[in-house]
């Protein structure tokens, strides 16, 4: 046990838990997102799909209740990891370069980690924990979205969340030790067109759902 304290307490083992919750949330935008897009179906087919995940019960329960443990684990290691990292630096370098693979992705990733849980909250308060009596969820998000101000938040999300993802991505896998110069420029590579994907995907819908109304 002093062991796995120790270790998850460490540099390392904080950076290991950034990264398996960072695949988690991931895998999570994957499935979120292919689910979303059968809004392109019509009411009928976005319906559906919600209604069989609230068929699914006390297992989305259990799949809410994992990524809520897995936000605040990710939350409260990141902001751990980036106080430790201005104690041990407080002050800036006078030349900011981009030279040791230093991206805009990884030198914002407090600020879009930020943003991004501003969203979520904000996100969630509008979708998930309202009054769903006498109303469909297509009825909640087509009259979310008839809102510019809406519609403009929700894009720039989305642009944080793809320049998050842009290095979190690839930077898992170093963490867990896939760091093989043979293999992490594919990984770059995966990681800048799973950014894209999320943030088109994504941010595209609010859009299409403003223009339809």
Not at 80 to 92: D, E, M, Q, S
Not at 174 to 201: C, D, E, R, W
Request: proline share 3%; aromatic share 14%.
């Amino acid at each position: 046990m002093n062991w796995i304290t120790g270790t998850l307490g460490s540099s390392i083992g904080k950076k290991l838990m950034m990264a398996i919750t960072g695949f988690s949330f991931c895998g999570f935008l994957a499935a979120h997102l292919a689910g979303n897009l059968t809004i392109y179906g019509g009411k009928d087919a976005f319906n559906a799909y919600a209604a069989h995940l609230h068929a699914l019960g006390p297992l989305i329960t259990v799949a809410e209740l994992g990524l809520l443990t897995f936000a605040l684990v990710h939350v409260i290691t990141g902001v751990t990891l980036f106080l430790g990292n201005l104690k041990a630096r407080p002050v800036r370098y006078a030349v900011n370069k981009s030279a040791g693979g230093r991206t805009l992705g990884s030198a914002t990733m407090p600020y879009t980690g930020g943003i991004l849980l501003a969203f979520i909250v904000f996100h969630l308060m509008n979708f998930h924990f309202v009054d769903k009596t006498n109303t469909t969820i297509f009825a909640i998000v087509s009259n979310a979205f008839t809102s510019p101000a809406y519609v403009a938040i929700y894009i720039v999300a989305m642009v944080a969340a793809a320049i998050h993802v842009s290095h979190g991505f690839w930077s898992a896998f170093q963490t867990v030790g896939a760091n093989h110069p043979k293999y992490m420029p594919l990984l770059k590579i995966l990681s800048i067109a799973f950014a894209v994907i999320v943030g088109i995907g994504f941010g595209f819908l609010p859009v299409y759902i403003f223009l339809l109304a």
